[in-house]
């Protein structure tokens, strides 16, 4: 969320909070296409709307080792918070998930991407944040991840899941990197901030609703402070 002014922000999401929240409580087909992997550790890059909720929500995964909150997309030297907010960097607000596929699958992963984590239906924005750093997309590290990902929308596409089409961008990994210290955790370590109650909070008791069996009440902390 870019830093305007939380009074005009909070008047905006409480009148948007009943519509929005009643968007992040359906449960969606799993992936037809979702390989098994025998990997100890698989890594993939994620980005739809601020990075604090993506955060927030994979962190409380079964099966989810580390989740870092960053910048994918554009260059290495414009991966800064002042310089992203300017939507002219090429950059997504991202999270870099670490999981053991053993534990929870890819397609797991983008269950609840799809499902509660954001609104995949919503360009270049979600809920109040506007811009393309806000976009929703899905950067792939292997072949294998590029296949399930481009199935997966294919199937719920054609099975008109959403009433809107997805516009989730498909796209390589070229590089990520690690957001500002501050950043960081945000939701754990500021849980009454009025942005975090009306949009990401509400994330957090969606998918232990809707996925209660990939729930886990404890997150995995980036770091302690």
Same mark, same amino acid.
């Given at each position: 969320?870019?830093?305007?002014? $939380?009074? %005009? ?9 009943? %519509? ?12 037809? $296409? ?22 927030? *929500? +994979? ?39 670490? @999981?053991?596929?053993?534990? *929870?699958? @890819? ?6 991407? +799809? ?9 270049? @924005?979600?809920?109040?944040? /506007?811009?393309?750093?806000? =976009?929703?997309?899905? +950067?792939?590290?292997?072949? /294998? ?5 481009? %199935? ?18 498909? /796209?390589?990994?070229?590089? +990520? ?19 975090? *109650? @009306? ?21 995995? =902390? $980036?770091?302690?402070?």
């Amino acid at each position: 969320m870019k830093f305007a002014p $939380l009074l %005009a922000a909070t008047a905006l999401l409480a009148l948007s909070a009943s %519509a929005y929240g009643d968007d992040l409580d359906k449960k969606i087909p799993a992936p037809g $296409l979702d390989p098994a992997s025998t990997s100890a550790s698989e890594t993939i890059v994620l980005a739809g709307g601020c990075f604090w909720g993506q955060q927030a *929500v +994979f962190e409380h995964v079964k099966g989810v080792t580390k989740v870092v909150a960053g910048y994918s997309g554009g260059a290495k030297q414009t991966a800064t918070y002042p310089q992203v907010t300017t939507e002219t960097t090429g950059h997504a607000e991202s999270v870099q998930i670490t @999981f053991d596929p053993r534990v *929870v699958s @890819f397609g797991k992963l983008l269950q609840v991407y +799809f499902s509660v984590a954001h609104d995949p239906t919503e360009l270049n @924005f979600q809920g109040p944040d /506007e811009g393309t750093s806000y =976009r929703s997309e899905i +950067f792939f590290a292997t072949p /294998e991840q590029e296949k399930t990902a481009r %199935a997966y929308v294919a199937q719920l596409g054609g099975a008109h899941i959403f009433a809107h089409p997805i516009v989730t961008r498909i /796209e390589p990994l070229k590089g +990520f990197y690690a957001a500002e210290g501050y950043h960081q955790d945000y939701l754990i370590h500021n849980p009454t901030q009025p942005y975090i *109650v @009306f949009n990401d909070l509400p994330k957090l008791a969606a998918l232990k609703q809707v996925w209660p069996d990939l729930y886990r009440p404890d997150p995995v =902390r $980036l770091a302690s402070r």
